[in-house]
């Protein structure tokens, strides 16, 4: 990563389900990550816990519902609730998903998978533009887990990421349990892949748990990160450098406690491998 | 295929009951060693819909109950169908259920549901509405005299105003509480139904017909003070005045008043 962008250290997914415990614990966590769209709203809980927690940590934006990639024309109104949001929290930075989650006439609220074609490459750098001009920041794009992939590819999903990256100026949030899934779902070498990316350009890490099920694997974040996606985070931090880590869980929330001891042996696996590398300098 | 068009055939897809993908978009896939198409596919298939279902459980919790597990995924899978989501905020997913139960099931059975449907999406429009800046007795306390009589008011922004027909607020209580299920009735006279949030807290109640009466005169009448203090007067005699302060006094606490300046 290079010396401008900060590290922000070891960072949680901010829950409603710790809201308190956050406020009442005063963590060991470095920063929280909020999903944008549970605080697009107008009062209540959600907005007090985030401005409450907002003065004691570092933030950052993660959003769902972008729909970068979608057939759709960008939403003024979801842009403009964006910005707002950002006023407001004043996030480190901005993320999203490479993916489409709308369609032509409704909603569709997943991170569906894109061909990684010119054709896409060409649509989506152009979105990419039009929201960093109305963020006026570089926008953070995040790999998804997918499970069927376009036979007309012109590009290997790194390969997208990192071309993407370059003509955008766009930063990549690299979710290593996302590589891991697809790459067991399609079966490609996932160092492959986190090799491809830019090492200038990714920003921040995903760590989450999934499901397997022996023929395939669904990124369903209920679960403790797996021993595959831990090996792989090592090895992502030996060759990037320190990066900002962020452990995501959206269901079977384990208590407080547990979802502390891993985001401490992230930070014990980080600083091990950082003092390796300084030693090797 | 162009982007857009895939993207259209990958949309039908997902919206369609059937799980089979049309041999176009089929063909445009790939698998991997062991994750076929049609099970890659059918993935996403059962996500779209769970997802969907799994936010209407959980804002309509006393239906969900009512109706239990499968009669409401029937329910909830026939509104998702006629109105797919238009928001990009799942939190709005709901919007429509209400009035989905009262245009496609018989009168008779849509209409109890359709009134709990209702209270519940009430309590979720509290939960997130805007604080608003209610008055207190404090700043009650701060009128001048002259102040009084040409005070009027409006509504808290989360205040939900409910004219029950069933005992809807009966059944709801009993999921929340989780205590017996009671028999849905009617209820011998329609009955007012606040839902409205206080600090961070959602609160509700009830009211009695002469005070949602005189509740409903200064929040949709137009009625100034004086106008209230008036209109009891028909039934409270001298004691208007008394009763009026009473109920201010109330509706105050409980933190469902702004001032309305002119």
Redesign the interface.
């Known amino acids: 990563m290079s010396a401008s962008v900060p590290f922000l250290g070891y960072g949680l997914g901010l829950r409603s389900a710790y809201y308190q415990q956050i406020l009442e614990q005063s963590p060991d966590v470095d920063w929280f990550e909020v999903v944008s ?1 549970n605080f ?9 816990y985030l401005d409450a927690i907002a003065e004691r940590h570092p933030l950052v934006m993660h959003g769902v ?1 972008l729909s970068i990639g ?2 759709h024309a960008l ?1 003024p109104d ?1 842009l403009k609730q964006l910005k707002q949001l950002a006023d407001r929290v004043r996030p480190a930075w901005i993320s999203d998903h490479l993916c ?1 989650s ?9 991170l ?1 998978p ?2 990684y ?1 010119e ?2 490459l060409d ?1 989506i750098a152009g979105r990419v533009r039009q929201v960093q001009d109305i963020l006026q920041r570089p926008l953070v794009l995040e790999n998804v887990s ?7 590819d012109d590009f290997s999903e790194w390969e997208f990421l990192a071309v993407l990256s370059r003509i955008t100026g766009c930063e990549l949030l690299l979710d290593v349990n996302n590589v891991y899934v697809s790459s ?4 490609f070498d996932p160092w492959a892949f986190i090799r491809g990316l830019p090492v200038d350009k990714v920003r921040q890490l995903h760590l989450a748990g999934h499901s397997d099920y ?3 694997v ?1 990124d369903t974040h209920d679960h403790p990160v797996s021993d595959p996606v831990w090996a792989l985070y090592q090895r992502t931090l030996e060759h990037f450098g320190p990066v900002a880590t962020l452990l995501e869980r959206d269901d079977h929330f384990p208590p407080f406690e547990e979802l502390l001891g891993e985001l401490h042996k992230a930070r014990e696996l980080g600083d091990k491998v950082l003092a390796g590398r300084q030693q090797c300098a | 295929m162009r982007l857009k068009d895939w993207q259209l055939a990958f949309e039908s897809f997902l919206l369609d009951d059937d799980a089979t993908a049309n041999p176009v978009l089929g063909k445009s896939l790939i698998g991997g060693p062991t994750l076929d198409v049609g099970t890659g596919l059918a993935i996403y298939h059962n996500a779209y819909k769970a997802r969907l279902l799994e936010v209407l459980r959980n804002d309509f919790v006393a239906i969900l109950h009512w109706m239990g597990d499968d009669e409401f995924d029937r329910l909830a899978s026939s509104y998702i169908r006629h109105s797919p989501p238009g928001h990009y905020s799942l939190r709005w997913l709901g919007k429509g259920f209400e009035a989905f139960i009262r245009e496609h099931l018989v009168p008779e059975q849509s209409a109890p549901l359709a009134e709990l449907a209702s209270l519940e999406w009430a309590f979720t429009l509290a939960f997130d509405a805007p604080a608003g800046q209610p008055l207190t007795l404090q700043s009650m306390a701060t009128l001048a005299p002259e102040e009084w009589p040409e005070l009027r008011v409006k509504p808290t922004p989360s205040l939900q105003w409910l004219e029950c027909r069933f005992n809807s607020l009966s059944l709801w209580r009993s999921v929340k509480e989780e205590s017996d299920f009671p028999d849905s009735t009617v209820l011998e006279i329609p009955q007012a139904c606040l839902i409205w949030r206080c600090e961070l807290i959602c609160h509700y109640r009830s009211l009695d017909p002469a005070e949602a009466t005189a509740l409903n005169g200064l929040l949709a009448g137009g009625w100034n003070f004086s106008e209230l203090c008036t209109q009891l007067a028909v039934i409270y005699g001298e004691g208007a005045p008394l009763q009026a302060v009473t109920w201010l006094k109330q509706w105050v606490q409980d933190g469902l008043l702004e001032r309305l300046q002119r």
């Open positions: 769209e697009m709203v107008q009062g209540g809980k959600a907005l007090y519902s979608g057939p939403d979801y489409w709308r369609g032509n006439a409704h909603q569709l609220h997943d569906l894109l061909p074609t054709e896409s649509y997918s499970y069927v992939r376009a036979a007309a067991r779902n399609h079966g022996g023929d395939y669904i």
